[in-house]
Protein backbone atom coordinates (compact mmCIF):
# COMPACT_ATOMS: atom_id res chain seq x y z
CA UNK A 1 0.00 0.00 0.00
CA UNK A 2 2.83 2.47 0.61
CA UNK A 3 4.37 1.74 -3.00
CA UNK A 4 1.01 2.09 -4.26
CA UNK A 5 0.37 5.57 -2.48
CA UNK A 6 3.88 6.48 -4.19
CA UNK A 7 2.75 6.18 -7.54
CA UNK A 8 -0.43 8.13 -6.86
CA UNK A 9 2.04 10.64 -5.87
CA UNK A 10 4.23 10.59 -8.64
CA UNK A 11 2.22 9.25 -11.13
CA UNK A 12 -1.08 10.67 -10.59
CA UNK A 13 -4.71 8.72 -9.97
CA UNK A 14 -4.75 7.27 -13.68
CA UNK A 15 -1.10 4.79 -12.76
CA UNK A 16 -2.35 4.58 -9.18
CA UNK A 17 -6.07 3.15 -10.13
CA UNK A 18 -3.81 1.01 -12.61
CA UNK A 19 -0.97 -0.13 -9.94
CA UNK A 20 -3.81 -1.10 -7.24
CA UNK A 21 -6.31 -3.09 -10.00
CA UNK A 22 -3.46 -4.79 -11.36
CA UNK A 23 -2.20 -6.12 -7.98
CA UNK A 24 -5.41 -7.10 -7.00
CA UNK A 25 -5.91 -9.16 -10.09
CA UNK A 26 -2.47 -10.45 -9.91
CA UNK A 27 -2.58 -11.25 -6.09
CA UNK A 28 -6.03 -12.85 -6.22
CA UNK A 29 -4.58 -15.26 -9.33
CA UNK A 30 -1.68 -15.88 -6.69
CA UNK A 31 -4.04 -17.27 -4.23
CA UNK A 32 -5.52 -20.14 -6.75
CA UNK A 33 -1.61 -20.63 -7.45
CA UNK A 34 -1.22 -21.69 -3.90
CA UNK A 35 -4.04 -24.44 -3.88
CA UNK A 36 -1.37 -25.97 -6.73
CA UNK A 37 1.70 -25.73 -5.41
CA UNK A 38 -0.21 -27.70 -1.82
CA UNK A 39 -0.83 -30.42 -4.39
CA UNK A 40 2.72 -30.54 -5.60
CA UNK A 41 3.74 -30.49 -2.65
CA UNK A 42 1.77 -32.90 -0.97
CA UNK A 43 2.39 -35.26 -4.23
CA UNK A 44 6.27 -35.49 -3.55
CA UNK A 45 5.75 -35.38 0.15
CA UNK A 46 8.39 -32.83 0.29
CA UNK A 47 9.06 -32.15 4.38
CA UNK A 48 7.43 -29.49 5.48
CA UNK A 49 10.81 -27.64 6.54
CA UNK A 50 11.97 -27.38 2.68
CA UNK A 51 9.36 -25.87 1.46
CA UNK A 52 9.98 -22.78 1.95
CA UNK A 53 13.35 -22.91 0.14
CA UNK A 54 11.74 -24.51 -2.63
CA UNK A 55 9.10 -21.26 -2.87
CA UNK A 56 11.99 -18.95 -2.52
CA UNK A 57 13.86 -20.11 -5.25
CA UNK A 58 10.86 -20.44 -7.18
CA UNK A 59 9.65 -16.58 -6.66
CA UNK A 60 12.89 -15.61 -7.39
CA UNK A 61 12.76 -17.59 -11.08
CA UNK A 62 9.26 -16.33 -11.34
CA UNK A 63 10.33 -12.51 -11.23
CA UNK A 64 13.08 -13.40 -14.52
CA UNK A 65 10.21 -15.16 -16.00
CA UNK A 66 7.54 -12.99 -15.65
CA UNK A 67 9.63 -9.79 -16.78
CA UNK A 68 11.00 -11.30 -19.59
CA UNK A 69 7.20 -12.27 -20.57
CA UNK A 70 6.20 -8.51 -19.69
CA UNK A 71 8.97 -7.02 -22.20
CA UNK A 72 8.12 -9.36 -25.26
CA UNK A 73 4.54 -8.74 -24.15
CA UNK A 74 5.12 -5.08 -24.38
CA UNK A 75 7.10 -5.45 -27.26
CA UNK A 76 4.28 -6.99 -29.35
CA UNK A 77 1.67 -4.74 -28.17
CA UNK A 78 3.91 -1.87 -29.01
CA UNK A 79 4.47 -3.33 -32.81
CA UNK A 80 1.25 -5.02 -33.55
CA UNK A 81 -1.71 -3.58 -31.39
CA UNK A 82 -4.09 -5.97 -32.62
CA UNK A 83 -2.89 -8.87 -30.35
CA UNK A 84 -4.65 -7.41 -27.88
CA UNK A 85 -7.53 -8.78 -29.48
CA UNK A 86 -6.01 -12.06 -29.08
CA UNK A 87 -4.97 -11.47 -26.00
CA UNK A 88 -8.51 -10.50 -25.22
CA UNK A 89 -10.48 -13.34 -26.58
CA UNK A 90 -7.68 -15.62 -24.70
CA UNK A 91 -8.95 -14.31 -21.92
CA UNK A 92 -12.64 -14.61 -22.48
CA UNK A 93 -11.72 -18.72 -23.62
CA UNK A 94 -9.72 -18.92 -19.96
CA UNK A 95 -12.82 -17.28 -17.61
CA UNK A 96 -15.50 -19.57 -19.67
CA UNK A 97 -13.30 -22.73 -19.16
CA UNK A 98 -12.04 -22.16 -15.80
CA UNK A 99 -15.76 -21.25 -14.66
CA UNK A 100 -16.97 -24.96 -16.51
CA UNK A 101 -13.75 -26.64 -14.13
CA UNK A 102 -14.52 -25.80 -10.45
CA UNK A 103 -11.05 -27.96 -9.12
CA UNK A 104 -7.71 -27.75 -10.65
CA UNK A 105 -6.63 -30.82 -11.64
CA UNK A 106 -2.72 -31.30 -11.59
CA UNK A 107 -1.26 -34.75 -12.36
CA UNK A 108 2.41 -34.84 -11.86
CA UNK A 109 2.77 -38.36 -13.12
CA UNK A 110 1.40 -37.19 -16.20
CA UNK A 111 3.20 -34.00 -16.43
CA UNK A 112 5.44 -34.02 -19.04
CA UNK A 113 8.27 -31.41 -17.51
CA UNK A 114 9.13 -34.12 -15.45
CA UNK A 115 9.79 -37.09 -17.68
CA UNK A 116 11.74 -34.58 -19.47
CA UNK A 117 13.68 -33.61 -16.57
CA UNK A 118 14.66 -37.05 -15.71
CA UNK A 119 15.09 -37.81 -19.29
CA UNK A 120 18.07 -35.60 -19.50
CA UNK A 121 18.68 -34.97 -16.03
CA UNK A 122 19.58 -37.89 -13.36
CA UNK A 123 17.35 -37.56 -10.64
CA UNK A 124 17.86 -39.08 -7.17
CA UNK A 125 14.72 -40.30 -5.75
CA UNK A 126 14.98 -38.96 -1.84
CA UNK A 127 15.45 -36.14 -0.06
CA UNK A 128 19.26 -35.18 0.38
CA UNK A 129 18.35 -32.36 3.59
CA UNK A 130 17.78 -28.65 1.73
CA UNK A 131 20.11 -29.41 -1.44
CA UNK A 132 19.46 -29.19 -4.96
CA UNK A 133 22.04 -31.57 -5.94
CA UNK A 134 24.25 -34.52 -4.50
CA UNK A 135 26.48 -36.81 -5.56
CA UNK A 136 25.83 -40.46 -6.37
CA UNK A 137 29.22 -42.78 -7.58
CA UNK A 138 30.95 -39.71 -7.85
CA UNK A 139 28.13 -38.77 -10.42
CA UNK A 140 26.35 -35.07 -9.85
CA UNK A 141 22.93 -35.99 -9.64
CA UNK A 142 20.00 -33.67 -9.16
CA UNK A 143 18.18 -34.33 -5.72
CA UNK A 144 13.99 -34.58 -5.58
CA UNK A 145 13.79 -31.11 -4.36
CA UNK A 146 15.25 -29.72 -7.77
CA UNK A 147 12.92 -31.95 -9.38
CA UNK A 148 9.69 -29.96 -7.37
CA UNK A 149 11.38 -26.73 -7.75
CA UNK A 150 11.54 -27.24 -11.45
CA UNK A 151 7.59 -28.47 -11.66
CA UNK A 152 6.58 -25.30 -9.54
CA UNK A 153 8.66 -22.98 -11.97
CA UNK A 154 6.98 -24.40 -14.80
CA UNK A 155 3.43 -24.36 -13.18
CA UNK A 156 4.09 -20.41 -12.20
CA UNK A 157 5.09 -20.00 -16.03
CA UNK A 158 1.63 -21.83 -17.05
CA UNK A 159 -0.13 -19.66 -14.95
CA UNK A 160 1.51 -16.87 -15.99
CA UNK A 161 -0.14 -17.15 -19.47
CA UNK A 162 -3.14 -16.14 -17.82
CA UNK A 163 -2.07 -13.15 -15.66
CA UNK A 164 0.02 -11.07 -18.27
CA UNK A 165 -2.41 -10.63 -20.44
CA UNK A 166 -5.08 -10.09 -17.83
CA UNK A 167 -2.63 -7.06 -16.41
CA UNK A 168 -2.02 -6.00 -20.22
CA UNK A 169 -5.59 -5.01 -20.48
CA UNK A 170 -5.73 -2.88 -17.28
CA UNK A 171 -2.34 -0.79 -18.70
CA UNK A 172 0.48 -1.10 -21.35
CA UNK A 173 2.60 0.80 -18.91
CA UNK A 174 5.76 -1.43 -18.46
CA UNK A 175 6.54 0.14 -15.30
CA UNK A 176 2.77 -0.78 -13.82
CA UNK A 177 2.67 -4.10 -15.55
CA UNK A 178 6.17 -5.43 -13.66
CA UNK A 179 5.66 -3.93 -9.89
CA UNK A 180 2.26 -4.81 -9.74
CA UNK A 181 3.52 -8.74 -10.42
CA UNK A 182 6.43 -8.12 -8.80
CA UNK A 183 4.64 -7.43 -5.36
CA UNK A 184 2.19 -10.15 -5.82
CA UNK A 185 4.85 -12.77 -6.25
CA UNK A 186 6.88 -11.22 -3.66
CA UNK A 187 3.54 -12.15 -1.37
CA UNK A 188 3.35 -15.65 -2.51
CA UNK A 189 5.84 -17.34 -0.35
CA UNK A 190 4.05 -15.12 2.86
CA UNK A 191 0.67 -16.16 1.95
CA UNK A 192 1.65 -19.38 1.59
CA UNK A 193 2.62 -20.04 5.08
CA UNK A 194 -0.54 -18.09 6.06
CA UNK A 195 -3.46 -19.09 4.36
CA UNK A 196 -1.80 -23.07 3.32
CA UNK A 197 -4.60 -24.09 6.52
CA UNK A 198 -7.17 -22.33 5.18
CA UNK A 199 -7.51 -21.95 1.17
CA UNK A 200 -9.80 -25.34 1.20
CA UNK A 201 -12.41 -22.60 2.88
CA UNK A 202 -12.16 -20.50 -0.54
CA UNK A 203 -13.75 -22.94 -2.99
CA UNK A 204 -15.81 -20.15 -4.65
CA UNK A 205 -12.65 -18.20 -5.70
CA UNK A 206 -11.93 -19.68 -9.07
CA UNK A 207 -15.61 -18.52 -9.48
CA UNK A 208 -14.84 -15.09 -9.15
CA UNK A 209 -11.28 -15.29 -11.28
CA UNK A 210 -12.82 -16.55 -13.61
CA UNK A 211 -15.60 -14.25 -14.15
CA UNK A 212 -13.00 -11.39 -13.52
CA UNK A 213 -11.07 -12.83 -16.63
CA UNK A 214 -14.24 -12.94 -18.64
CA UNK A 215 -14.65 -9.46 -17.45
CA UNK A 216 -11.24 -8.48 -18.41
CA UNK A 217 -11.10 -10.01 -21.83
CA UNK A 218 -14.67 -8.62 -22.66
CA UNK A 219 -13.16 -5.22 -21.94
CA UNK A 220 -10.19 -5.65 -24.42
CA UNK A 221 -12.35 -6.96 -27.23
CA UNK A 222 -14.33 -3.71 -27.11
CA UNK A 223 -12.01 -1.60 -27.11
CA UNK A 224 -12.37 -2.45 -31.22
CA UNK A 225 -16.26 -0.79 -31.23
CA UNK A 226 -14.60 2.52 -29.29
CA UNK A 227 -16.18 1.67 -26.12
CA UNK A 228 -13.51 2.43 -23.23
CA UNK A 229 -14.40 0.79 -19.54
CA UNK A 230 -12.86 3.89 -16.57
CA UNK A 231 -10.52 2.32 -14.87
CA UNK A 232 -12.17 3.02 -11.19
CA UNK A 233 -15.27 0.56 -13.22
CA UNK A 234 -12.83 -2.11 -13.10
CA UNK A 235 -11.32 -1.55 -9.95
CA UNK A 236 -14.78 -1.71 -8.72
CA UNK A 237 -16.01 -4.33 -10.55
CA UNK A 238 -12.57 -6.57 -9.65
CA UNK A 239 -12.98 -5.71 -5.69
CA UNK A 240 -16.76 -6.59 -5.32
CA UNK A 241 -16.59 -9.86 -7.04
CA UNK A 242 -13.18 -11.13 -5.29
CA UNK A 243 -14.66 -10.31 -2.21
CA UNK A 244 -17.69 -11.94 -2.96
CA UNK A 245 -16.44 -14.77 -4.22
CA UNK A 246 -14.73 -14.95 -0.66
CA UNK A 247 -17.42 -13.80 1.40
CA UNK A 248 -19.49 -16.73 -0.22
CA UNK A 249 -16.23 -19.51 0.48
CA UNK A 250 -16.75 -18.72 3.97
CA UNK A 251 -20.38 -18.50 4.37
CA UNK A 252 -20.44 -22.22 2.47
CA UNK A 253 -17.03 -23.52 3.64
CA UNK A 254 -16.46 -27.17 2.76
CA UNK A 255 -13.99 -29.51 4.97
CA UNK A 256 -11.07 -30.28 3.03
CA UNK A 257 -9.92 -34.41 3.73
CA UNK A 258 -6.15 -34.48 2.94
CA UNK A 259 -3.22 -33.18 5.16
CA UNK A 260 -0.46 -31.99 4.43
CA UNK A 261 2.27 -30.22 6.90
CA UNK A 262 3.63 -26.91 6.56
CA UNK A 263 6.60 -25.56 8.18
CA UNK A 264 7.53 -21.90 8.67
CA UNK A 265 10.94 -20.30 7.78
CA UNK A 266 12.79 -19.28 10.59
CA UNK A 267 12.56 -15.21 9.28
CA UNK A 268 8.69 -16.18 8.74
CA UNK A 269 6.74 -13.63 10.91
CA UNK A 270 2.81 -14.62 12.09
CA UNK A 271 0.20 -12.64 12.89
CA UNK A 272 -0.60 -12.24 16.65
CA UNK A 273 -2.60 -15.26 17.97
CA UNK A 274 -1.50 -17.26 15.38
CA UNK A 275 0.21 -20.43 16.28
CA UNK A 276 3.28 -21.74 14.80
CA UNK A 277 3.30 -25.38 12.86
CA UNK A 278 4.91 -28.09 14.50
CA UNK A 279 7.79 -28.67 12.54
CA UNK A 280 8.90 -32.33 11.58
CA UNK A 281 11.81 -32.61 14.38
CA UNK A 282 9.02 -31.60 16.83
CA UNK A 283 6.49 -34.57 15.67
CA UNK A 284 9.10 -37.29 15.81
CA UNK A 285 10.21 -35.79 19.48
CA UNK A 286 6.71 -35.97 20.42
CA UNK A 287 5.58 -39.41 22.95
CA UNK A 288 3.75 -41.70 21.51
CA UNK A 289 1.34 -41.56 24.26
CA UNK A 290 0.62 -37.38 24.30
CA UNK A 291 -1.60 -36.04 21.38
CA UNK A 292 0.06 -35.23 17.82
CA UNK A 293 0.33 -31.60 16.38
CA UNK A 294 -2.92 -31.54 13.60
CA UNK A 295 -1.91 -30.97 9.76
CA UNK A 296 -2.47 -28.33 7.90
CA UNK A 297 -5.59 -29.55 5.58
CA UNK A 298 -5.29 -29.41 1.85
CA UNK A 299 -8.47 -29.15 -0.78
CA UNK A 300 -9.66 -32.47 -2.23
Known amino acids: MLFA ?10 RGLEFVTGYLIELSLSVDNLFVF ?28 RLTMIFVGATLINRFGWIMYIFGAFLVYTGIKMFRQKETDIQPEHNPVVGLVTRFLPISHKYEEKRFFTKVEGRRTGTLLLLVLIVVEVTDLVFAVDSIPAIFAIT ?24 AGVVEKFQYLRTGLA ?17 HIPIWISLVFVAVVLLGSVAASLLFADEGETTIQVDLPPDFD ?8 ATLGELEETPSGEEQPKSTPLPR
Do not use: C, D
Not at 174 to 182: A, Q
Not at 211 to 227: A, D, R
Not at 270 to 277: A, G, I, M, Q
Open 270 to 277: LPLSEEVP
Open 5 to 14: ALVFHHQGSQ
Open 172 to 195: TNTFIVYTSNVFAILGLRSMYFLL
Open 38 to 65: LLIFSYFKVPARYQHRVLFWGVLGALVM
Open 211 to 227: IVLTFIGTKMLLVSTGL
